[in-house]
RNA sequence: GGCCCGGUAGCUCAGCUGGAUAGAGCACCAGCCUUCUAAGCUGGGGGUCAUUGGUUCGAAUCCAAUCCGGGUCACCA
């Protein structure tokens, strides 16, 4: 219990308070709101840890800042057991936290694996992720919604949530008939076992190859004078994929037996990507079960009034007054849309887990059918409605566009992997650093750094905005990278091991540590860095934006190179010394280890 | 055209609930390995924060308009 309240009181917040305490003394007749009080960290060029700005106080108490900052630092000099000093540099009073309050965090937190946990409070959700379309494998975007639904998941789960990671899995409708159609004209009964290939590979194999006939069909008829739109229509293979949509829909034993081989196969193939990629669900959806949901909603909001029909009896809503348009929810034949399936989908989820939220991970040009989901579900007073959420991201592009499954012009997502651990090992074995090594730890080495340079490549970036990927150029393995944090890591697991320590030493290795000298710049940049850790993982659930535990990791793992170039561990000046920078690193160690395992991101200990 | 999102260094991006001289990485230049892992560290050059106006003691950050790029507005999913 002790240990939650200190995380809830960071430094940022002690100092909030003891500031909004002094203006209250000192200025007893005044109103003030805690909002107009800004702590920020003081810019390096100045001395002190966190300044106070003092210009929203000025027309508040009717005096210059400089003299409010003499008044406000000479009390909390002496009211509280903070601060040793404090400067006043035009408008701004930056206080400097004693030493004393560093080694106590340290001395409570350096191998505290709860650290920055929240403890857990029943609230449910569902994030929903992945998602895929049963026709082709998975390729690099996404890698992007995948490794964003993980990491959104863990990250909550870190903040006290109740998660349910969830898949809905496309397994019906006209994509996974095109594949099956060019399977039964062209593949003369392959299988992947018989070719040697992944299962959602071979699928996506005869996916394209419907496209192919297709194209070269529509081709064919335009040469006979009948015109583009007419081609599309009529073209043969696309009329036996229809044809065989039906046949599915009617429930055709010999249709049925096909698709779900073809889909077995997928599920193969995904099941390996998934398993590589480190992901995993807590419950799947399958269209197929789900598409028909819906459709008693829909009859509620007809009987409600909330919702209309048309002449030829289709189903529609009329969201004009919320500047959207009117939205078909049921067609004239009564057979459901896209959305109507959502609808059922949205309330079996809620009414399965009793969800408090349900995110959806689903890319930005599925914006406005989300709203429109959303929108509906709150006019038809389903009770699912308000704890929707829409996590969107930009798609990932190449540098000539949009891939397009379809044209074959994707970044195949196993291929992705295999090139990333290829990299790795490439650039492990140019660096000389093979020694001492197991084939198998090796191979473990390799896709650790290989598949945490992916993951990171593809997190650091605030999800909504969109990212361009070259496939020219391999993604980097310096800098702004999981390996540049990995590297860190494995640091200070090498002085651990030279030490003799594990990885989490518990106190009596620091029995005799007491704090006499002042801690240097660069120790308490770093220490600085990690006590704000909770304010970030907090902050990441908040934003739904796990980039923010990228550039903090970093961050910390930048800190401690400087440091570690700067201050020697082993030698010491003293033992003292020694004491504290051991704590240090391996609070570091801690905190880099847990902030990335929320990412699916693994830190060696040697690399 | 309506609605939504983006525009910050040559490139990729932080910073956006308003606070000090706008920061990283890559690339480029110059240094640092008899000392705990150089996948690292230190320093340097490089900016009209798309434009214009407004609010404010203070604007990359908030508001409005404009320009550029993207998404979306299917009886597709």
Known sequence: MRKILAYIMTIVTQIKLATEEAIQHLFPETDLKSATITINQTKPEFKGDYTVVLFPFVKLLKQKPDAIGKTLGDYLLEKTNLFSEYGIVSGFLNLSIKDEYWAKFLVNHYNDTQYGLK?????????????????????????????????????????GKQVVKGNLINDRGIHICKSMVAWMRYADGATPEKRGIKGDHLVGDYYVKFNDVYKAEIAELKEKGIDEAQAEKEAPIMKEAQALLRQWEAGDKGVRDLW????????????????????????????????????????????????????????????????????????????????????????????????????????????????????????????????????????VELPTGRMKSREGTVVDADDMMDEMINLAQQQTEEAGKTEGYTAEELKHLYETIGMGALKFYLLRV????????????????????????????????????????????????????????????????????????????????????????????????????????????????????????????????????????????????KM
């Open 119 to 159: 403890a857990k409070e029943d609230v449910r959700v569902m994030v929903e992720y992945s998602s895929p379309n049963t026709n082709k494998p998975l390729h690099f975007g996404h890698l992007r919604n995948i490794f964003l639904g993980f990491a959104m998941a863990e990250i909550l789960k870190a903040n």
């Open 260 to 395: 779900q081989m073809m889909n077995s196969w997928v599920y193969e193939g995904f099941d390996k990507s998934y398993k590589r990629l480190g992901v995993d669900f807590d419950k799947v959806y399958h269209e197929s079960d789900t598409y028909l949901l819906g459709k008693t909603i829909v009859e509620e909001g007809l009987q409600k009034g909330v919702l209309f029909n048309k002449e030829d009896g289709s189903v529609w809503v009329d969201l004009t007054a919320d500047g959207l348009d009117q939205k078909l929810l049921l067609r004239g034949d009564g057979t459901s849309v896209y959305i109507t399936q959502d609808l059922g989908t949205a309330k079996l989820k809620y009414e399965d887990y009793k969800l408090d939220q349900s995110i959806y991970v689903i890319a930005d040009e599925q914006n406005y059918h989300m709203q429109v989901l959303k929108l509906i579900l709150k006019k038809l007073g389903e009770p699912c409605a308000d704890g929707i959420y829409h996590l969107s991201y930009g798609m």
């Open 462 to 605: 605030d999800p909504k905005k969109k990212m361009i990927f070259n496939p020219q150029e391999s993604i980097d393995l310096h800098g702004f990278t999981a390996t540049f944090i990995q590297y860190a890591h494995a640091r200070i697991c090498s002085i651990l091991r030279k030490e003799n320590l594990p990885l989490l030493p518990d106190n009596r290795h620091f029995q005799s540590f007491r704090l006499s000298l002042p801690i240097a710049t660069a120790e308490k940049n770093l220490v600085l860095a990690l006590e704000q850790y909770p304010f970030i993982l907090e902050g990441s659930a908040i934003e739904y934006n796990p980039s923010s535990l990228c550039n903090y990791s970093f961050l910390v793992a930048q800190l401690f190179n400087t440091f570690y170039d700067e201050h020697s561990i082993a030698k010491a000046e003293n033992e003292e010394k020694k004491q504290l920078r051991l704590m240090m690193i391996v609070m570091t160690a801690e905190v880099l280890r847990n902030a990335m395992h929320l990412l699916g991101i693994r830190l060696p200990e």
